[in-house]
């Protein structure tokens, strides 16, 4: 089976309980995708997980504060929507499930793959008047900070 955005991002709107253009919305989403797809490239981490991860760790909020049990329902939703609009393997599903449950723990990773989803959530702080800190960032993603803040504040993606 092949990876369905189209209908994976209908599925996302349409159960979505916030603003779509709000803080943990859509345009966060597309900021998040874009800096870690640069990162993931460079650290060879799995790049289908780290999308998913864009477009999954936030779909399951209930508010825009801290709503700490978002990132768990969000997994549990990544693994109801596993073979129908994506067909990953059980350790890629290790690694997205564990990505959005723990995304705002303030965790870091050795893997490469949950250490760029993290960063790009991470680097999309700038939307809320905070500084992403290379405390929480791959090497690769500290070096993004500059630019990640000037299109957060901006709200603009590439
Ligand atoms: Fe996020």
Known sequence: MDYQRPELITYIRENFKLDWHGTHGANH??????HSKVIGEHRGADLLVVELFGFLHDSCRENEYQDP???????????????????????QMQNLCYAIEHHSGGEVSVDATIQTCWDGDRLDLGRVGI??????LSPQATQLIDLAVV????????
């Open 29 to 34: 989403w597309a900021r998040v995708l874009h």
């Open 69 to 91: 049990g978002h990132g768990k329902r969000a997994a549990e939703l990544a693994r109801e929507l596993n073979q129908t609009y994506f067909d990953l393997k059980p350790t």
């Open 131 to 136: 500084v992403p800190s290379a405390k929480y």
């Open 151 to 158: 299109m957060s504040m901006k709200k603009t993606t590439l």
